[in-house]
């Protein structure tokens, strides 16, 4: 199973929209995907429309709680979760006195059987704390999306120092899949700037494809469903539809 942690310190960068439909296009390839939402926000959760369970996320990390004791199906074919809730904006405290925190997630996803999944996509907090160090030093691969304004490369900026760290004490092996460029707007100047300048800072680790706004994005969690199947004609979905293959390519999965 590959698992791709999608993080970004700066809020309203997409990452919520990102997991849930990249998630929905690799399903719609037939692979079996496992959504782990860390942000206390709990906005995939709500989006996936996960069946009610009282265990997630909190007890998985707080109270070792078997991997298959804390998944939930979901609306969506082929897709589950492990779901988040208000409880994790107190893990630090939940946590105190114990070692390794920042090792947790990695240490309790080691003990569970993962081979029902192909793609596991963690969805963090818009902050560089606890959570997100968690998913890091479980994760293969960091999907960056990135807004086309000049501010989000300043969290980008932040979120290559910590990865850095991470490399050198939690996660040597973990790669930069690729920086997503997000609510892209083409009609504008400074978006296209914008695209133009993160090529030519990260080059190739920037994905081909992007995903331009569109209203759609914002309608499909009020009906807990991913863009391929609220509009599947949509521009988004094709955007989307495009991100799944450029993944499914780079990471050699097999589609089925």
Known sequence: MKKIVVANQKGGCAKTTTVVNLACGLAEQGLKVLVVDLDPQANATQWLGAADKSKGAYDL????????????TTEMKGVDVIAASKQLSQIEKALAGQMAIETL??????????????????????????????????????????????????????????????????????????????????????????????????????????????????????????????KSSSPAAADYRLLTKEVIDTLDLQAK
């Open 61 to 72: 990390l707080v109270d070792d709680t078997p991997l298959e004791d804390v998944i939930s």
């Open 105 to 230: 997630l990695k240490r309790r996803l080691s003990k569970a059987n993962s081979s029902a999944w192909d793609v596991m996509l963690i969805d963090t907090p818009p902050t560089l704390g606890l959570l997100t160090l968690n998913a890091l030093a479980a994760s293969d691969e960091l999907l960056v999306p990135v807004t086309t304004h000049v501010m989000s490369l300043i969290g980008v900026s932040q979120l290559i120092n910590t990865l850095n760290d991470v490399k050198d004490v939690l996660n040597p092996s973990i790669n930069i899949l690729g920086y997503l460029p997000s609510r892209v707007d083409l009609r504008t100047k400074h978006a296209k700037d914008v695209v133009e300048l993160l090529k030519g800072s990260f080059g190739d680790k920037v994905f081909s494809s992007f995903i331009r706004e569109n209203i759609s994005l914002a309608e499909a969690p009020s009906f807990k469903q991913g863009i391929m199947t609220y």
